[in-house]
């Protein structure tokens, strides 16, 4: 009576599997020459996928729209060749620009740019002033003035791949400036008056953070 309960216990179990015989393949014929076939299997598809992806890190860069062009020269803002000509700027007022050009697959970055003044210059206090100002993505920005330091942020709020890169003008001006109290030296007529630094970072918070 017991062997006959267990068989019946494994017959049911056996029939409630699910069923994991598959198809018999399909077969077709292909056409060899104008008289004679031949049989093939027909090649099925896979009813799975296999997705596939690429690692996008945040990325962004500066560069010189002319490698030519990478100094800024800080001359008389009334001046005819000046980049922000003004005819009527004071005599005092010194002025360039700089064309860059700004690479990120991000919107939401922030470019900061901070002068400071060179202290060992042969004209160590050349301004009383300095300024920056960038135009970028059609817009105007325009830093905080200071005397031996000036500093801006500059927003981009699109994305620009190496299609399309974002082109900045990048200025410097100086206000208060004496021609006459400059002094010439063998360095000859571009000295040396400070540098310009820049810093890149997304705005907001990273992912992940409340």
Not at 86 to 110: E, H, Q, R, W, Y
Request: charged share 10%; glycine share 6%.
């Amino acid at each position: 009576m017991l062997k006959r309960s267990l068989i019946t216990l494994a017959l049911v179990a056996f029939i409630g599997l699910p069923a994991l015989a598959h198809d018999p393949w399909t077969t077709g014929t292909i056409q060899i020459t104008t008289t004679a076939s031949q049989d093939v299997f027909v090649a099925r598809p896979w009813n799975g996928t296999i997705e596939v992806f690429i690692k996008v890190v945040r990325w962004a860069d500066i560069y010189f729209c002319n490698n030519d062009d990478q100094t800024l020269v800080l001359t008389q803002m009334n001046d005819v060749g000046n980049a922000l000509y003004n005819a009527s700027a004071p005599a005092t007022t010194f002025a360039d620009c700089i064309c860059m050009k700004v690479c990120v697959n991000f919107a939401g970055l922030v470019i900061g740019v901070n002068f400071t003044e060179q202290s060992n210059s042969p004209n160590p206090k050349v301004a009383v002033e300095y300024y920056l100002q960038a135009t970028v993505e059609g817009s105007t920005y325009t830093g905080s003035a200071g005397a031996s330091v000036a500093t801006l942020d500059v927003p981009l709020s699109q994305i620009h791949l190496s299609n399309n890169l974002a082109e900045m003008q990048l200025c410097l001006i100086a206000t208060g400036v004496d021609p006459q109290a400059l002094i010439y030296t063998p360095q000859g007529q571009q000295q040396k008056i400070g540098e310009i630094t820049m810093t890149l970072k997304p705005s907001g918070k990273p992912s992940g953070n409340p």
